[in-house]
Nanobody, 116 residues
Framework: QVQLVESGGGKVQPGGSLRLSCEFS????????LGWFRQAPGKEREGVAC????????YYGGSVKGRFSLFRDNAKSTVYLQMNSLKPEDTAVYYC?????????WGQGTQVTVSS
């Protein structure tokens, strides 16, 4: 059974940090692009960061570049999103994703709230 289980969300003050984790199970990660998306109330889901299955490089959305870092631990089948210098506009539900061709897996989402 395919599962993507996110953790690490919560409430933090502006300028603070959080680390999100997504543990994958039920499939082999080797061929998949792995990444994080987010969706704020009233807005469309947007890509935050991903590790490409084509070149292994990390790609980041313009609004998070330089503040967020994505890395994976293959031994733990886990991908992490380190979020620093958080801003109120980073408030959203964050979803992890694994994609390979037409196969597209999603986690259940974890809430991140940045507020003083």
């Amino acid at each position: 059974q395919v599962q993507l289980v996110e953790s690490g969300g919560g409430k933090v003050q502006p300028g603070g940090s959080l680390r999100l984790s997504c543990e994958f199970s039920g499939f082999t990660l080797d061929h998949y692009s792995l990444g994080w998306f987010r969706q704020a109330p009233g807005k469309e889901r947007e890509g935050v960061a991903c590790i490409s299955n084509r070149d292994g490089n990390g790609y980041y959305g313009g609004s998070v570049k330089g503040r967020f870092s994505l890395f994976r631990d293959n031994a733990k089948s886990t991908v992490y999103l380190q979020m620093n210098s958080l801003k109120p506009e980073d408030t959203a539900v964050y979803y992890c994703n694994a994609k390979w061709g037409r196969v597209d897996y999603w986690g259940q989402g974890t809430q991140v709230t940045v507020s003083s």
